[in-house]
């Protein structure tokens, strides 16, 4: 059953308001001890190292571009609440919780800013974080085991993500973050623009460039680290927090996965989302 509690933050800060955290506990899960150090792991025993993992789905009701979007109905139901029953499919998870600031988003899931912020709420202590997007209802709960298993056999990372195929015509999309890996599922970098760039300036249908999908997963004592760590030239530039990572000498894992991206960023993608659902007949 879904336990709602509330909590207020310190005064003092820009926080000064309750944060409400859902629990979406996922029954069934057999929890092995995590491990105190980062270790050389064995393949047979990998599932102990950061086992306890928690899914928090960041939601604001204010958006500059989209008002009210968790809000916004996708065949009958809001759409973070058919973010939050998609995340709750997966096996990997303990607990999945949505983090807001929103009272209108609270009723509506009926149960942070930050995942750092909204980790401390929990009462339970985890290995591995998990963000999970909130405008994307059609997340696959795969994807989200995939991160978390990625992190969990890695102990030299402390941060994992997922990439996808970028179709062509995004190449030159600012909003399409695209990212390049070596030979060992590394991240090397990220970019609003086109990576890597050849000489004729234009996108190569040939090439396989990678689409860079909004789901994260930490580790959470990095992730105690991160807000500490000052903004760096590249994150500035580029406006992305994963380079905030790279810059500072992380590592940080990368699956390839087959997946086309649905984010909610217009109401337009509603209607699209919903077509799509009705497609794949899922209700």
């Known amino acids: 059953m879904a336990i709602c509690e509330s909590s207020s933050a310190q ?36 599932g102990k190292f950061r086992s306890r993992a928690v899914g928090i789905i960041p939601a604001r009701f204010a958006s500059s571009r989209f008002q009210g979007k968790p809000l916004v109905q996708i065949l009958g139901k809001p759409m973070i609440q058919r973010t939050w029953e998609r995340a709750k499919m997966a096996s990997t998870l303990d607990h999945v919780v949505v983090a807001t600031d929103d009272e209108k988003l609270r009723n509506a899931v009926e149960g942070t800013e930050r995942c750092n912020e909204a980790l401390q709420k929990l009462e339970k202590k985890y290995d591995i974080v998990v963000n999970i997007q909130g405008d994307e209802p059609l997340i696959e709960p795969e994807i989200i085991d995939g991160v978390v298993q990625a992190l969990q056999r890695a102990p030299d990372a402390v941060f994992s993500t997922a990439v996808t195929s970028l179709k062509p015509e995004d190449g030159c999309d600012p909003n399409r973050v695209k990212c390049v890996i070596d030979n060992r599922g590394y991240a090397i970098y990220f970019s609003r623009g ?90």
């Open 11 to 46: 005064s003092g800060t820009n926080s000064e308001k309750s944060w409400w955290i859902l629990h979406g506990l996922i029954a069934g899960a057999t929890i092995a001890a995590a491990a105190a150090s980062y270790v050389a792991l064995s393949p047979r025993w990998y």
């Open 194 to 283: 086109l990576i890597p760039y050849n000489k004729s300036g234009k996108v190569n249908p040939d090439y396989p460039y990678m689409l860079h999908l909004g789901i994260q997963s930490f580790d959470t004592k990095f992730l105690k680290i991160y807000p500490e760590l000052p903004p760096t030239p590249l994150q500035l530039e580029e406006d992305l927090e994963q380079l905030k990572v790279l810059e500072n000498g992380y590592k940080m894992k990368v699956i390839k996965v087959d997946h086309d991206a649905h984010g909610v960023d217009t109401p337009e993608d509603v209607v699209k989302i919903e077509s799509l659902m009705l497609e794949r007949n899922l209700s």
